[in-house]
Nanobody, 115 residues
Framework: QVQLVESGGGLVQAGGSLRLSCAAS????????MGWDRQAPGKQRELVAS???????KYGDSVKGRFTVSRDNDKNTVYLQMNSLKPEDTAVYYC?????????WGQGIQVTVSS
């Protein structure tokens, strides 16, 4: 089993920045993909950003150019730097990792952007 602990969420004004962190612990041998999804009230869950073991990244169209995903393999941690935040970025953000073919998800962390 892999446990994920997310941190860094909160309330920020439009145009501001936040940095989310997600630390994985437990029975970890080899983490492949790491990343973030989000779900806003009344909307479907969507990909925000992902990064594979080789460092290749993928972003949702709505966050390209504003968000940056990174990882620290020594710490089994994935980060999401969010800049130029907009009210429409308000959502619960979920961290996910793929470890030996299994997907694990965190409990989610609230990000609220005020206008």
């Amino acid at each position: 089993q892999v446990q994920l602990v997310e941190s860094g969420g909160g309330l920020v004004q439009a145009g501001g920045s936040l940095r989310l962190s997600c630390a994985a612990s437990g029975s970890i041998f080899s983490i492949n993909g790491m990343g973030w999804d989000r779900q806003a009230p009344g909307k479907q869950r969507e990909l925000v950003a992902s990064i594979n073991s080789g460092g290749s990244t993928k972003y949702g169209d709505s966050v390209k150019g504003r968000f940056t995903v990174s990882r620290d393999n020594d710490k089994n941690t994935v980060y999401l730097q969010m800049n130029s935040l907009k009210p429409e970025d308000t959502a619960v953000y979920y961290c996910g990792v793929n470890e030996r073919g299994y997907d694990y998800w965190g409990q989610g962390i609230q990000v609220t952007v005020s206008s």
